[in-house]
């Protein structure tokens, strides 16, 4: 079982940096947002959601490779690409719907991640890890579908927004 895991310690580095990754959007995003207050108090909640869950993932990393083996390395990359994101999301006009759209297809990668880590997790029989990982991934399907159910609604008050000159940007 040492190829299983060597991967699920990958999968585990991985999702650690995806979430740092998702904290450093989810901030940048939750300050920049003005005209939309649902969605605003929506990623503000996840966001204190997402800081959990790395400091969980960042536990169980200790606790199955040992103190210090979160990669910094992969840490600093996917925070650099959440604000060359979020930088680029601040030269387009609309901002706040692309955001909704790269926070859905985000959240759906965060989902395939924990499905992923927790059959590894059940496979490894660390149950432990498994219900983590659980308790996560339904946090991730929540905002996943809220973001899902909001998307129409979001779109339709940008447009009407910025057909009346008022702050749509974001």
């Known amino acids: 079982m040492t190829h299983a895991r060597d991967n699920f310690l990958a999968w585990l580095r991985a999702a650690h940096a995806m979430e740092e990754q998702a904290i450093t959007a989810l901030s940048a995003q939750s300050r920049r947002i003005e005209s939309y207050p649902d969605l605003k108090a929506r990623i503000v909640s996840h966001l204190h959601e997402t800081e959990q869950h790395a400091q969980t993932l960042k536990e169980l990393l200790d606790h199955f490779a040992g103190a210090g083996s979160v990669s910094a390395i992969k840490d600093i990359a996917a925070k650099l ?16 719907v692309k955001g909704a759209m790269a926070g859905y297809a985000f959240e ?7 499905r992923v880590l927790i059959a590894a997790a059940d ?24 973001l899902g159910a909001n998307l129409d609604t979001l779109t339709r008050i940008f447009l009407m927004r910025d057909e009346r000159d008022l702050m749509a940007k974001r």
């Open 81 to 96: 690409t959440a604000r060359a994101q979020g930088v680029g999301g601040m030269l387009t006009s609309d901002e706040v």
């Open 108 to 114: 759906h990668m965060e989902i395939a991640s924990y």
């Open 123 to 146: 496979e490894l029989d660390e149950i432990g890890a498994k219900a983590v990982f659980e308790r996560i991934l339904a946090e991730e399907v929540a905002m996943a579908d809220w």
